[in-house]
């Protein structure tokens, strides 16, 4: 008797002292959106996201820089299927989402990834971001800066745009907070916690979103 | 005598008329932007980690007040699966009035170009959308703000360092300091995003302390 009671105090204790522990780590290390793909989208990512780079943004950065993208691939759902590039013509490749350089990416802006609806509408969802609140998404952009002077020859710095805006096609929003090491911080990367490539917390958030 | 009275009184009507109609205009007329649905759209750019590092990054550092938005533009492009032109990145234009310098190489009067990255956009069906590239919301015109600003050469025009972290209302910022009350997030929400403030709230205490203390 004595003992059951004793294993009993030490299952609530050991409940008590580790349950909010374990909540609390998942909340703050949370930051993918709630929004989703529209169930006849072509292209999501649990098809596999497939992407088509033009010459505007080939021309610019090269073509090795964009399989960075595959590095957000790994054993689980949600994964980077194909990327397709300049000189391919993109009218083989319609369904793809587009990566290119944009004229009017603003001067001190990476890149960044608009959300469009099936009938090419731009999603007006409120605040934070359409990510985060839209269930009508079929399609995507990501416009990186015409400028590439704007990262001042870091290879790795464009590639680390790439796999971000990538992200934000899985629906990961910004971090908020300097506190964990993640590609979706945004700023030029430095290998700490504003990560150059996919970190553990990303591929936690990915599965967390998009299942194993 | 009369005839001449009553001429002076109708040409004096027809002045008050119109000069309190340019009043109106200029005071109450909705900018493009007002009343319209915002699409917030993410980006990846140069955010800083203190007030020097903005400082240092600034062409000009000024007090201003917004005037009139002038001009926009936009990036917008056909795509053949949708069989029609889409929204794409874009900026707007505003006319600013330098009330105070303190780095740069401009006058008090003088009146400077602001590019901030929004704009108005029209899709197929009419419906008007704000475009927002940017954590901050449009300045007011006839608002009065702290900026620290760098120059974008092809584009003519001036931007915020750091986006959201370039720009400060002044008002509220010189009333706080005066009355020493705490800012409060939510007043700040008629300016910046209320999703970013953990970025902007340590530069902002760094700011108020050296620019309206």
Sequence with gaps: MKKTSVVIAAIIVATLVFLPIDANASLVNSYYGNGSYISSAPVTPLTGLEFYVDYSAVSRYGSSVFTSAF???????????????????????????????????????AANTFYYTASGDIINDTEPKPMDTSHSIAWCRIGLNTNSNFFQGDSAWIRKTIIHEVGHVFLLMHPSGYYFNSVMHRERPDGGIKAYSVTTNDR????????? | MKKK???????????????????????FEKEAWQGLEVVNVPCDRLIYQSMEEVENMADIIIEAKAGSELEQKNSSFYVA?????????????????????????????????????????????????????????????????????????????????????????????????????????????????????????????????????
């Design chain 1, 71 to 109: 590095d957000w691939n790994g054993d689980y759902r949600a994964s980077v299927s194909t990327m397709v590039q300049y000189p391919a013509s993109s009218t083989a490749y319609p369904d793809n989402f587009l990566i290119h350089a944009d004229p009017e990416v603003g001067t001190d802006i």
């Design chain 1, 204 to 212: 936690n958030n990915l599965i967390e979103k998009w299942g194993y």
């Design chain 2, 5 to 27: 009275i009553v001429l002076g009184c109708m040409v004096l009507g027809a002045l008050t008329i119109c000069s309190l109609f340019l009043l109106g205009h200029y005071m």
């Design chain 2, 81 to 213: 699966k949708f069989d029609r032109e889409v929204a794409g990145s874009g900026h707007t234009k505003r006319e600013l009035k330098v009330e105070n310098v303190y780095k740069g190489n401009v006058s008090l009067g003088d009146k400077i170009v602001l590019m901030q990255d929004y704009y108005v956009w029209t899709e197929t069906d009419g419906t008007k959308k704000v475009v927002s590239l940017t954590e901050l919301k449009p300045l007011e015109r006839g608002k009065h703000y702290l900026l620290f600003l760098a120059y974008d050469k092809e584009r003519e025009a001036y931007y915020e360092v750091g986006d959201y972290q370039g720009v400060y209302p002044i008002e509220i910022l010189q009333t706080r300091t005066r009355t020493g009350n705490v800012l409060q997030e939510s007043e700040l929400n008629h300016l910046y995003s209320d999703t970013e403030h953990w970025n902007l709230i340590p530069i902002l205490k760094e700011v108020q302390e050296k620019y309206f203390r």
